[in-house]
């Protein structure tokens, strides 16, 4: 299995997932932003094949009850060996660790489209149903004259 030839550890550098983002056709952003994102991220996962990073995992946590995941990408030609799995497994385990007994958290995410059924897999539900309306979002962009 591919995942027996790879190692799995904890950091990314921002060149590494803006190069993710431009694969997988992504909006792309400064250098500098990325940077920022990755070392305020909660919890990161990334899986290396050599030196080469060929899977990624990113969650944004509050520390309280909200938590998002935000990047799951594996790069096109290793898609479908059971990365992504592997990546998610991850991440719904770091987040159950965090935790306390009595304590709940609301894990959301924004698939991309036609993903949804691989997110159904780790228990998430798609927006709307009959308890919630759609998910919402929009791309803001920093401007000088504000
Ligand atoms: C979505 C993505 C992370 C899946 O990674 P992957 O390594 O190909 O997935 P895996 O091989 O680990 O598949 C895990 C399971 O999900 C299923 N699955 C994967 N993609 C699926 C899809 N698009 N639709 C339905 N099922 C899917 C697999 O059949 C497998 O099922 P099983 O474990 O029950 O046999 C990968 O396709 C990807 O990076 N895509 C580009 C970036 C992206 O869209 N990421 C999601 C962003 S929100």
Known sequence: MLIDECR?????????Y???RKIVGWALFPLEQAQQGLANSAYICCI??????????RVIWDHG???YIADVIVLPEYQGQGLGRVI?????KQIGEWLKPGYKAMVSLSS???????????????????NFGCGMCQWM????DI
């Open 48 to 57: 290396r094949k050599g030196d080469e990073a060929i899977a990624l995992g």
């Open 112 to 130: 991309a489209k036609g993903k949804e059924p691989f997110y159904r897999k780790f228990g998430f539900q798609s927006r709307p149903d009959e």
């Open 8 to 16: 799995i550890d904890n950091t990314i550098t921002p060149e590494e």
């Open 18 to 20: 803006m190069e993710f």
């Open 65 to 67: 009850y909200v938590v």
């Open 141 to 144: 962009e920093g401007s000088t």
């Open 88 to 92: 998610m497994e991850l991440i719904m």
